[in-house]
């Protein structure tokens, strides 16, 4: 069976919700985010349409350094 593709609002949303994995102490939420991160960049969101209406706008380089800042923080905090 073929793998269905996030939408643009499921990875943003990946996103959004994960972006505290810090404050929450969370590993799982800290890979979830580094895959939306990598999602992001992919989808190349400098700028999408949410809902058909309004736009969001990204700064690539800051979703990469967010990416790289989490990668950082599994590593430190990751005891499996």
Do not use: H
């Not at 996103?15 to 939420?29: H, L, Q, R």
Request: charged share 30%; net charge negative.
């Amino acid at each position: 069976m073929p793998v269905e593709e996030p939408t643009f609002s499921q990875v943003y949303s990946a996103y959004i919700v994960n972006a505290s994995y810090e404050e929450d102490a969370s590993i799982s939420m800290a890979k979830v985010f580094i895959t939306a991160c990598r999602r992001l960049v992919a989808m190349r969101a400098q700028r999408s349409r949410l809902d058909g209406v309004s736009e969001t706008e990204f700064d690539v380089a800051l979703i990469k350094k967010e990416q790289q800042d989490a990668r950082a923080w599994v590593a430190e905090n990751d005891i499996d």
